[in-house]
């Protein structure tokens, strides 16, 4: 059973544009949700994340879009660059408890 | 510098023997976890802990067993190894209060 669900499976945006990643949740007691990225041949590592308090979280190029009642959230990369090639993998928790449920991932190709 | 450091990296085992990895932190992070990465599933749980002397059983544990012997060291015990048990290994730490984790190199493991 799959408690995190992430769409598309692979993405190829051209340089500039922006790239929508989704994931979807079934548990309502989940309360944080991070992002994380993964480079060819090295670790993933923590990108952003949301409590949701709030709808909306911003760092720099990168925004995650959170709605409660439909158990959603969303990261978008605004002006792609080659450079955010990678995979991305949603994530959630519940606070307090550390351990992280994963989505299947999202492999991201920017076009130059 | 904090980390997490694995042994080994690349790890040839036959099927039906013993293999351990080994996994240290020097975050001083009570919480440790020992993910799986397989294409189309993402990082799937298996074991993690919440101090010295804990363990507790993650998402897919059968044919695993874990120990953690101190804060610093957290390792993953396959008794008999199978090829379905091919894959990349990571294994993470991260504070209580939230699930920021900080990721191993990973350990690539081939079961022949």
């Known amino acids: 059973q799959q408690q995190v669900r992430q769409s598309p499976q692979s993405l190829t945006v051209w340089e500039g544009e922006t790239a929508i990643l989704n994931c979807s949740y079934e548990?309502?007691?989940?309360?944080?949700f991070p992002w994380y990225h993964q480079f060819p041949g090295e670790s993933p590592a923590l990108l952003i994340a949301?409590?949701?308090?709030?709808n909306k979280k911003e760092d720099g190029r990168f925004t995650i879009f959170f709605n409660k009642r439909e158990k959603k959230f969303s990261l978008h990369i605004a002006d792609s660059q080659p450079g955010d090639s990678a995979t991305y993998f949603c994530?959630?928790?519940?606070?307090?408890?550390?351990?992280?449920?994963f989505g299947q991932g999202t492999k991201l190709s920017i076009k130059p | 510098e904090a980390a997490v450091t694995q042994s080994p990296r690349n790890k040839v085992a036959v099927t039906g023997g013993k293999v351990t990895l080994s996994c240290n932190q020097t975050?001083?992070?009570?919480?440790m976890y020992w993910y799986r990465q397989d294409t189309g599933h993402g990082l799937r749980l298996i074991h993690y802990?919440?101090?010295?002397?804990?363990?507790e059983k993650g998402d897919i544990p059968d044919g695993y067993k874990a120990s953690r012997p101190s804060q610093e060291n957290f390792s993953l015990i396959l008794e008999l190894a199978t090829p379905s048990q091919t894959s990349v290994y990571f294994c993470?730490?991260?504070?209580?209060?939230?699930?920021?984790?900080?990721f191993g190199s990973g350990t690539r493991l081939l079961v022949i």
């Open positions: 949301i409590r949701p308090v709030s």
């Open positions: 994530a959630a928790s519940r606070y307090n408890q550390g351990k992280l449920i």
């Open positions: 548990d309502s007691t989940f309360d944080y």
């Open positions: 993470a730490s991260g504070p209580d209060t939230n699930s920021d984790y900080t």
């Open positions: 802990s919440y101090g010295a002397g804990s363990t």
């Open positions: 975050n001083n992070h009570n919480n």
